[in-house]
């Protein structure tokens, strides 16, 4: 078993887990608060599982961590042809450090109904909601695999914040349509390492790794990313220790999808997405199915992107995966015939809880899990 990352967590150790599968010491310039690790299925805080103790309905919820997608924190556009698109109403430009600064100011009003968890991306997401083409270049990434400054500047805020308030991160590397802006295999390898890297040179404890959103998806420009080869990637991030810790690390598939065995033995978590699953009962199934794949053992199931709701009746997506015993994130984005521009992945993003949707899933959240005091 690894050394703890930090002695005022020496308790962690009573943990099998506890730091196993985590991170670092913390630094002296900027103590980190918040520390995820796994204990089998479940989820800690701070040597804690997550809702301890709590159950809905005579569902256990206790280690799970509820979650929305909230990819687009950092985003911007490099690409001057496309970057009007996403103007703020009101001053009709596009400003990169008010969407970020926005993002930070609504973070306090997702915790406290009970948000536990959000993932950001480092190439974002589309900002359209589902895209055939993506002709904006939105990535920290560039295309020999080095990270952008400016982006890992407004990431860096945004951590800082989550770790301030106690809110962990699942941390995508790369989006299908953006991932082809990088030059070749060797820059995708650099762009995984040098990622790591900056995690660990910022002592970040309280970050989840997704290396691809929805690695299946047949736009992927890069082999290594595929769901076929993303288990090296995955390896690649455990390989990396800094003080005899490491990341957690995981990868998405497309809605509906079940991981094949070799994802399944090579990550920490599960990561699965509902979207385009109509039916409540197959996210039950979707959940049983994984745990029957070839090489599974207990390890939390987590459902980070879901864009059905439905929260007024008494099954919907988010209270089947309950029923399952598996975490489920919110994913919101405006939808075709809509006129509004809303949800958390329509650009410019309104990163308050502003739309009946919103209202509806924080309401069901508090619901489930109770206010974070």
Same mark, same amino acid.
């Given at each position: ?114 948000? $536990?968890?959000?993932?950001?991306? +480092?190439? #974002? %997401? /589309?900002?359209?909601?589902? &895209?055939? @083409? *993506? ?111 490491? $990341?957690?690390?995981?990868?998405? +598939?497309? #809605? %509906? /999808?079940?991981?094949?065995? &070799?994802? @399944? *033995? ?108």
């Amino acid at each position: 078993m690894k050394k703890s990352c930090y002695s005022v967590l020496i308790f962690l150790l009573i943990f099998a887990f506890s730091c196993q599968k985590q991170t670092i010491e913390k630094p002296k310039r900027n103590e980190r608060k918040t520390l995820v690790s796994i204990v089998g299925e479940k989820f800690y805080i701070n040597g804690q599982p997550t809702l301890a103790g709590k159950s809905w309905n005579g569902y256990r919820i206790e280690g799970l961590l509820s979650n929305s997608r909230m990819v687009q924190g950092i985003f911007d556009d490099l690409n001057p042809e496309t970057r009007e698109k996403w103007i703020f109403p009101d001053t009709k430009i596009w400003d990169a450090e008010r969407n970020t600064n926005e993002f930070i100011a609504a973070m306090k009003s997702w915790y406290e109904p009970g948000l $536990l968890a959000f993932t950001i991306n +480092l190439q #974002g %997401g /589309s900002p359209e909601g589902y &895209s055939k @083409v *993506q002709p904006w270049y939105n990535s920290a990434i560039d295309e020999q695999g080095n990270l952008r400054p400016a982006y890992m500047q407004r990431l860096e805020k945004i951590l800082d914040h989550a770790d301030a308030l106690g809110m962990v991160v699942i941390l995508g590397i790369f989006y299908f349509g953006q991932d082809e802006r990088l030059a070749d295999e060797n820059a995708v390898i650099r762009a995984v390492d040098h990622t790591v890297k900056w995690i660990f040179e910022h002592n970040y404890t309280n970050i989840l790794i997704e290396i691809a959103n929805e690695c299946d998806n047949r736009a992927y420009h890069h082999e290594i990313i595929k769901k076929d080869r993303i288990h090296e990637l995955i390896e690649r991030v455990q390989k990396n220790e800094k003080a005899g810790c490491r $990341l957690l690390v995981s990868t998405s +598939l497309n #809605g %509906g /999808s079940i991981p094949p065995p &070799s994802i @399944v *033995q090579a990550v920490d978590f599960i990561l699965l997405h509902g979207n385009g699953v109509q039916e409540p009962e197959k996210i039950i199934q979707m959940v049983e199915a994984t745990r029957k794949v070839e090489g599974f053992r207990p390890m939390p199931i987590v459902f980070n992107k879901d864009d059905h709701f439905n929260f007024d009746q008494p099954l919907n997506n988010f209270v089947a995966a309950i029923q399952a015993y598996a975490s489920w994130g919110y994913f919101d984005f405006r939808k075709p015939g809509e006129t509004v521009v809303d949800g958390y992945q329509s650009v410019p993003v309104d990163w308050g809880i502003n739309s009946e949707r919103k209202k509806a899933f924080f309401q069901k959240l508090k619901e489930i899990t109770g206010e974070n005091e």
